[in-house]
């Protein structure tokens, strides 16, 4: 297989060039370069494990998902992009491990921590990779996935981690493997129309929209000062099994999807915060069909949301407008940076976003991904790290549901991530002990 793109080359959207602009900026700086924004999600490969068949699987994927193919290159001050037709070589490392490691996780606890300190070149070589780790004295495997926030978030990693369950179960089988159920995403058409829907009327009438909602905003008033660096932290909690149900039916009630209850919480602490009534919150527009919200990519993009609560109102009811709010804000959607960049100038170069706070919808996924057959990947929880160097945001929210695939019991589990060069452990624990109360009490 040739590594070397063969594609035609294309000009990158007006974010991702913004957002390649700043990784060249920073790139001399190593507590400020976005070389290091990437995530690893890493699994413990359960079931029967074949080598030979597991790399089939990854093969047959990268040559349907553009992400894994993806490179960008830049000539001058421009940028561009093209999609290889065939996966680089070594996008796959194997490393088989014998009886002298004595405990698989350790190494693998190591492994991923030394990995997360290589940075991407993000130039002329794909921004993700895959390292599968066997370990065969202890019936153990375990797979990594590297990738960079500009090709795969978060999101799109687990899509593309069904679809290699589906391709690998069928090598299992020895049958013809099926074509992934979603959709990948095509990058160099979606900038393509990105680039042409922003210079439209509609982008034009679209962004009059976006001046008029956020530009009497006090924060938009005000020039971001330079904040000190330092790695992301986190803080954790679970609601109970009890208190979890509680929010189920509440939202089943009020016809909103739980998550909004989180959000309805996470704005009421970020008022009691901020001191302030009129929080904007940049709320993750997804790679989701707008026609059935099915995942169909491995993007994402951000939309930023204005919220004037009534914070004597029932939680179900801030979460009723809050649906509101955000449905309204994607129905104007715009590329993120293209608002920033229009709205507050002053603030582009100098910070990444123009709201210092962040909402992530996780979706619904267990810490077991299976589908029913010989081959499951266990999310490997104790052996994540937060690879951030430098994030826009002071807190970020992040949600997602624990419990066993069989029992209908699940929590509610809640990650506040936070700027750790620029707050404290004990504001962030404020804030969510504060929308834990709140959920506790909805």
């Known amino acids: 297989m040739s590594p070397n793109p063969t594609s035609m080359l294309a000009p990158v959207g007006k974010h991702t ?58 000539a001058g001050p421009a940028w561009t992009q093209s999609i290889a037709d065939e996966p680089a070589n070594g996008f796959i490392e194997h490393k088989t491990f014998g009886p002298e490691v004595t405990n698989w996780r350790n190494t693998t606890r190591d492994l991923i921590i030394a990995e997360n300190e290589i940075a991407f070149r993000m130039t002329g070589e ?35 981690l069904s679809q290699l369950l589906a391709l690998y179960e069928a090598e299992l089988q020895g049958v013809n493997a099926p074509a992934p159920a979603m959709q990948p995403s095509d990058f160099l058409a979606i900038a393509a129309a990105e680039n042409a829907f922003l210079a439209s009327k509609d982008g034009e009438k679209r962004m ?42 509440l939202a089943e009630q009020k016809g909103v999807h739980f998550s909004y209850l989180i959000h309805a919480a996470f704005t009421k602490a970020l008022a009691t915060w901020t001191k302030s009534d009129d929080v904007m919150v940049t709320f993750v527009k997804a790679n989701r069909n707008d026609a059935n919200s099915a995942v169909v990519g491995n993007f994402a993009d951000w939309v930023t949301v204005r919220h004037q609560l009534d914070l004597k109102a029932p939680l179900g009811d801030i979460a009723k407008a ?108 404020g804030v969510l002990n504060e929308m834990k109360a709140a959920l506790e009490a909805a």
């Open 208 to 249: 009059a929209w976006w001046r008029k909602y956020l530009s009497d905003h006090a924060f938009i008033q005000k020039p971001l000062a330079e904040r000190p660096q330092g790695r992301l932290a986190a803080c954790i909690d679970h609601l109970s099994f009890e208190t979890s149900a509680k929010l189920f039916k």
């Open 322 to 429: 809050a649906e509101h709010d955000v449905n309204q804000a994607k129905e104007n959607y715009l590329p993120y940076w293209h608002i920033v960049e229009q709205i507050c100038p002053h603030q582009y170069f100098n910070d990444f976003g123009i709201t210092p706070y962040s909402f992530d919808f996780m979706p619904e996924f267990n810490p077991k991904i299976d589908f029913g057959g010989k081959a499951s990947f266990l999310l490997l929880r104790d052996l994540e790290v937060f690879p951030f160097r430098l994030t826009a945001t002071d807190i970020f929210c992040r949600t997602t549901l624990v419990g066993d695939l069989d029992k209908k019991e699940r929590k509610i589990e809640i990650f506040l991530i936070y700027h750790g060069g620029y707050l404290k452990e004990d504001q962030v624990r």
């Open 126 to 160: 794909p921004l993700i990779k895959f390292t599968i780790l066997e370990f065969p004295t202890h019936n153990a495997a375990v797979f990594l996935t590297k990738f960079h926030h500009i090709v795969c978030d978060g999101w799109g990693i687990l899509v593309a």
């Open 17 to 74: 060039a913004h957002y390649l602009d700043v990784v060249e900026k920073f790139r001399a700086d190593p507590e400020r370069s976005y070389h290091h924004h990437h995530l690893m999600i890493n699994f413990q490969i359960l079931g029967p494990f074949d080598a030979a068949k597991f790399k089939a699987a990854l093969h047959k994927l990268a040559k349907v998902q553009p992400a894994f193919r993806l490179s960008f290159q830049k």
